[in-house]
């Protein structure tokens, strides 16, 4: 026995219900209705209330010049205009930007050389990859700790270059105003190598090794097929572990404030280290707000033209197409 449709309806839905209906069958209902988005309510009220009103309120603090403990007064714009003429805040500006970009390249490109290791064809490359992230769940703040003794001038650091000989490069590495930034850095890079390497391998994971194959039958060199063929794939990847670690590098504090404490004369001092110091050591809550509002425009868009820059391009165009 057949059964006609009424194709004379407007509606695709309603012509599929009329169907379902004349076949004995019933109609398929969504499991979603596009109008019930009440259930995302809670969800958005509490990233509402915990992250924006809370940030929001700590920006007003930046036009105040509270002190921590009672009340205060509205003073504008003074504190902004404290920050242009205040020197430390302009050194503090310059080493969280030698810091973020060379832990952004470093780590990135170490992280890729391991992960390309790394990736097949070592019998010993799972107890590697652990032995490689293993820092990576460690405590920054204990780690610093650890290597503010490892750093010191009878250190163990300086007690292997005497072993060796190399007397000559002994140094009081976290008291010299000119080697103790990169001592910081060396520590950054040690820790969030792994993390690199582990999203790098993810995005290796998803290219065809078919293809790597084929461009090698080709006569393709290996520089030719990652320049090529495996980083044109990798580019999501590339564009997670450079924001990743823009962000970190802009935010770096526990390896500061454990192994330095912004010394020497402010030579190792970040926005984080300037923030802390005068919002909970010198009590200034309204000029630290202010430093933490200049801060966080810095590092949003710090982070947006990270994004731009090593965005999909090929997949952009895809989608226009």
Known sequence: MTHTQDTSLDSRGTARVESGRKSGLRPRKPLVRYGSWWWAIPGLLAVLS????ATSIGGAYAF???KGIGSFNWIGFDNFVKIVGDKKVFGSIGNTIFLAISFLIITNVVGLIFALALNRGIKSRYI???LLFLPVVLSPLAVSYIFRFIFQVDGPFNSVLGAIGLESWQRPWLA???????TILAVMVWQNIGMAMIIYLAGLATVPIEIEE????DGASAWQRFRHITFPLIQPAVAISTTLALTTGLRVFDQVQGMTRGGPFGATDTLSTVIYRETFANSHFGYGAALSLIFTVIVIAAAALQLFITRDRNAAAARKK
């Open 50 to 53: 915990v992250h924006y009103v």
């Open 64 to 66: 105040t010049d509270f």
């Open 128 to 130: 590697l990859r652990t």
């Open 176 to 182: 010299d105003p000119t080697w103790a930034i990169f």
């Open 214 to 217: 084929a461009a090698a039958i």
